[in-house]
């Protein structure tokens, strides 16, 4: 792993503050089990295992062990300790019912 050396601000509650007025709040896992999703359709997980706030920015990464064919098409927080993955299945069988795995995430809030 490569370190960055610097310096970033940091918030009254220890969140480093990025450009656009944004904080760090957390980076962390959580396990999410997509839904069978039929061929060429997306399916939508809901998260509620994460403290976050309407207007806080989530990124989701994926594992490389997805089932393939199956993609990550987005993530909202969409109510207080909310978050919905969407995930589309572009070419695996139909319909594609992958297992729980384990999903990185950055949290972000507006301050």
């Excluded at 050396?5 to 940091?10: C, D, K, L, R």
């Excluded at 760090?24 to 998260?47: C, E, F």
Aim: glycine share 10%.
């Amino acid at each position: 792993m490569t370190q960055l050396g610097g310096s970033a601000q940091v918030d009254a509650r220890g969140g480093a503050i990025v450009g656009g007025g944004y904080t760090l709040r957390r980076a962390g896992t959580v396990s999410v089990n997509p839904p069978s999703i039929a061929l060429s359709a997306t399916g939508v997980v809901t998260i509620t295992s994460i403290t976050c706030l309407v207007g806080d920015l989530i990124f989701v990464t994926a594992p490389d062990t997805l089932l393939d064919g199956l993609s990550l098409e987005g993530a909202a927080v969409t109510d207080t300790d909310e978050v919905k993955i969407s995930i589309a299945n572009h070419a695996a069988a139909d319909p594609a019912d992958d297992s729980a795995r384990v999903w990185a995430y950055l949290l972000f809030s507006n301050n």
